[in-house]
Every structure is written in C-alpha cells, then in structure tokens.
C-alpha cells in the first residue's frame, strides 16, 4: 500500500530557507519517480520539482530553478526539497506523488492527472 508522509513545512520569512521531507512506504524510491507539488489557497496544484532515480534524472519549474534542490535516500525511503532563498509565493502546501514508472516521464512529470496517490501535505508559509 502506498503511504507518502511529507513534513518539515512551517513559517519563515522570505530569504529563508526549509528542507521538506517525503517518507513513503510501498514502494522504493528506484521504482518510481517522485515530485513534489504545491497548491496555494485559490489556486491550482503546480508542479516545483520531480526526481526518477532510475533514470537519474530532476526536474525543476522555472520558478524554483537556483532555488530549490531534490534529492533522496533510498535506504531511508525519504525525499527532500531543499528550498533557499524563500519568496512570499512559495506559500503553499507541498505535497509529494510518485509517479508511474515510464520512458517518458521528463515530458509529463508537470501534469498533476499523472499522479494518483497524494499525502496530507505539508504547509509552507513565507511572510515577514
């Protein structure tokens, strides 16, 4: 059974920096890609950054590029978004799908309707 556990959100202001972390269980991280998505109040669910191990591979929307940094622990099970230099439309809650195992990944890894499993989330709040 999939299980993704995300935390590590919280409140800082802009300039700052989080690390997120995504625990999953049912899967390992070699066997499926994984992204981390947001979604702010009002707004649709986007797209920040995604991983495949098995080919690896990140991917990063052009917003967080220089920003934000993937990364995983297969042993842990764990992966992390790494964000630095924190702006106020970071604000969000970020959650983290696997995604299916597929050669084409890299084209559609953007496309929230490829992702069918999504955690709690975790809220990410950049104010002064």
């Known amino acids: 059974q999939v299980q993704l556990v995300e935390s590590g959100g919280g409140l800082v202001q802009p300039g700052g920096s989080l690390r997120l972390s995504c625990v999953v269980s049912?899967?390992?991280?070699?066997?499926?890609?994984i992204a981390w998505f947001r979604q702010a109040p009002g707004k649709e669910r986007e797209a920040v950054s995604a991983?495949?191990?098995?080919?690896?591979?990140?991917y990063y929307a052009d917003s967080v590029k220089g920003r934000f940094t993937i990364s995983g622990e297969n042993l842990k099970r764990t992966v992390y978004l790494q964000m630095n230099d924190l702006k106020p439309e970071d604000t969000a809650v970020y959650y983290c799908?696997?995604?299916?195992?597929?050669?084409?990944?890299?084209?559609?890894?953007?496309?929230?309707?490829?992702?069918?499993?999504w955690g709690q989330g975790t809220q990410v709040t950049v104010s002064a």
């Open positions: 799908p696997p995604a299916p195992r597929m050669a084409t990944y890299g084209a559609y890894w953007m496309d929230s309707s490829l992702y069918n499993y």
């Open positions: 991983i495949s191990r098995s080919a690896g591979s990140s």
């Open positions: 049912g899967f390992t991280l070699s066997s499926r890609p």
